[in-house]
């Protein structure tokens, strides 16, 4: 019997729109959209299982345009095994709907290739406008957030 990811707080990463897109008229201060402040996941899964992820959000301002949000699991050599993207909350949770403020918990899961290799993963958390496939950075111009916690597939 499997028991339930215990949360890890903090994340504590920001992400913001490009320098490219025009600013709000207010509310998000520096060009803010939403912190990621910390996730669930099991520590330990089979190849050809599914992997639950929670994503645990911070609201910082009303975004303009519904982003898709793309997790990527990565091997050791950074390639991506398996990913989803997707609007949060199984789609019926678009930025344009979050609140400055308000929290936000992203389920989803992740179907992992029966063929891949066991060993260490590492998860990649970020989102882009779908229109133009551009991605919001972190504060320090990163186009992801790297997760804190690993996956080991055995």
Known sequence: MRSEPTPQFPQEASLRRPESEPRPPSGLAGGNVARLLGSALPEVIQPGEVLPVTLYWEALGEAERNYTRFVHVLDADDRIVAQYDGVPGDGKMPLTSWLAG?????????????DVPKGPYRLAVGMYDPANGQRLTTPDDQERILLSRHIDVR
């Open 102 to 114: 308000e929290y936000v918990q992203d389920d989803l899961k992740i179907t992992f290739p029966q």
